[in-house]
């Protein structure tokens, strides 16, 4: 096998945690509406079933890079495999609201370790020249493991609706928020066997002084020349590093670390402030409220899920020859340009229902509670759900909330989803995958366990807020006000990243250590 064929398929198994990472992660969009009418959940439980993964996911950075330098990062992923195979089946077999946050937690603590772990696991495995694709195929397999969960789930929907003998038998229908969840088990397994088949890390061996078995790996990827060199360069930096005190968390904050720290917080905000994981968790609710109905949405999601996956591939092909920066300014530009129209677009639209309308919606409506609402313009969301809790009660409104809202909604459901491609777009070409390219690139050698695990905690912790709180946001704030805060935030981080964020592309792990950290 040669060299660049070995190290591309060791950082596509390890990066198999990133697909788990984004299945894990989106699937539950699917399952929202449902379990929220199951266990007949308020807003901000229905925010807490779907952040209570990230919740434990911030807990669980806070000790996988230090348990990585002890065990290892290929002994930590595998305990992360573990993790979310129970996850899946819990999630699955669930009875209660209780036991179904209990186990997306514990899915949570896989999320956390794999999530920094494996591009740190790839960055210290790849040459400097091609480290910016192989890192990004970690966010390459997170697309595509939010991309499968958003087909899953629309391909569960279909078949609870049909007619087939097997499908009727598997119960699709009745069990179709399970089914979601519990057909993340078969990924899990083939990470967990996957890690059985790749080595160690060269740099966490020549931590552990494991020489031989660091420089028989190093070349596997390398020229026998290159790999002598990288071998010398990684033990003089640990040598150098050797004598000094166990590092703390405080070292973080010591002056020659201060523009690296300040980057990976300001970045690890940026990347979840601008509502990513809002359109990501919650991509069929958003859908939905443009009035195109429930099965719509979901194939809407769908597209979402494609046009990530496409941009991450772009990504992937330009970061090296583009560099980390410009491919930053180009897609952080984007995300705010499209939340700033979702907020124009929102705004705009009203909200009326027609006598000939009214007949169409479910029987379970009451169509005489809603003649008083009949042929009255709302001006936003907001007004008309008030005002259908009001007439019909919150519980069949909340029920009904998508037929209702397509029988009244006047609004441009095209530009909404061209904006919401175009957003997914341009994070996805920029703020997904380089963000962890950046992280696993900027700290020193000595450090990088401790400070990802730092800033990926911040990450996490602001993925949790953001998630916790939208469709707490929809209910209160309306979705114009929701995305015109997600747009003013992202242009903030624009002007950061034009003026502070530093190029990394083409330097060694050793060099960036040298020009950063000094």
Do not use: H
């Not at 699709?172 to 066997?193: C, H, K, Q, S």
């Not at 990684?234 to 670390?257: G, I, Y």
């Not at 769908?302 to 046009?307: A, D, M, P, Q, S």
């Amino acid at each position: 096998m040669g060299k660049n064929k070995y190290i591309f398929v060791v950082s596509m198994v390890v990066a198999l945690g990133g697909f788990l990472m984004g299945f894990d992660a989106s699937v539950i969009s699917g399952v929202n509406r449902f379990i929220e009418i199951e266990f007949d959940l308020s807003k901000i439980e229905l925010g807490w079933a779907v952040a209570s993964l990230t919740l434990t996911a911030t807990l669980s950075m806070l000790v996988a890079g230090p348990l990585s330098d002890k065990i290892g990062r290929k002994r930590v992923l595998s305990i992360a495999a573990i993790l979310y195979t129970i996850s899946a089946i819990g999630s699955a077999l669930a009875p209660s609201f209780i036991v179904l946050v209990i186990a997306r937690m514990i899915g949570g603590l896989g999320v956390g370790a794999s999530l920094i772990i494996a591009p740190m696991y790839i960055a210290e495995m790849a040459p400097p020249k091609i480290r910016g694709s192989l890192v990004s195929i970690n966010q390459l397999n997170i697309v595509l493991g939010i991309s499968v969960a958003f087909f899953t789930n629309y391909m569960v929907l279909q078949l609870g609706q049909s007619d087939m003998a097997w499908a009727q038998a598997l119960q699709f229908d009745t069990y179709n928020w399970r089914w979601m969840l519990g057909l993340e088990t078969i990924p899990a397994v083939l990470y967990f066997i996957g890690l059985f088949f790749v080595p160690n890390s060269p740099r966490w061996l020549i931590m552990k002084e494991e020489y031989d078995y660091a420089l028989s790996i190093l070349s596997k990827i390398n020229p026998k020349e290159t790999a002598q060199e990288v071998f010398s360069a990684v033990k003089k930096s640990f040598e150098a590093e050797k004598d000094l005190k166990k590092r703390t968390l405080t070292d973080l904050f010591k002056p020659a670390l201060k523009l690296v720290l300040l980057v990976g917080v300001v970045i690890g905000i940026l990347q979840q402030i601008t509502g990513i994981n809002a359109v990501f968790f919650y991509a069929p609710m958003i859908f939905e409220q443009t009035g195109i109905g429930t099965d719509a949405s979901f194939v809407q999601a769908i597209l979402v899920g494609l046009t990530n996956l496409v941009f991450t591939v772009l990504a992937i092909l330009f970061i090296d020859k583009v560099g980390r920066k410009p491919l930053l300014i180009f897609g952080v530009s984007g995300i705010a340009l499209c939340m700033f129209l979702l907020s124009y677009e929102f705004n705009n639209a009203t909200y009326t229902l027609q006598p000939d309308t009214v007949t169409e919606l479910p029987a379970e409506i009451n169509q005489q509670q809603l003649s008083a609402m009949v042929g009255t313009v709302y001006d936003n969301d907001l007004d008309y759900k008030r005002a259908l809790s009001e007439t019909l009660g919150e519980d069949v409104a909340q029920t009904y909330e998508s037929q209702l809202i397509t029988t009244a909604a006047d609004i441009n459901a095209t530009l909404i989803l061209i904006c919401i491609l175009g957003f997914v777009a341009s994070f996805a070409i920029s703020l997904g995958p380089i963000m962890w390219v950046l992280f696993s690139e900027i700290f020193p050698n000595y450090i990088r366990g401790l400070a990802i695990s730092f800033v990926g905690v911040i990450n996490s912790a602001i993925s949790f807020g953001v998630q916790l709180v939208f469709p707490w946001e929809l209910a209160n704030f309306g979705s114009s006000l929701t995305f015109l805060i997600y747009g003013v935030f992202a242009a903030a981080g624009l002007l950061f990243i034009i003026f502070v964020v530093p190029e990394t592309k083409g330097k060694s792990l050793e060099e960036l250590e040298i020009y950063l950290a000094k």
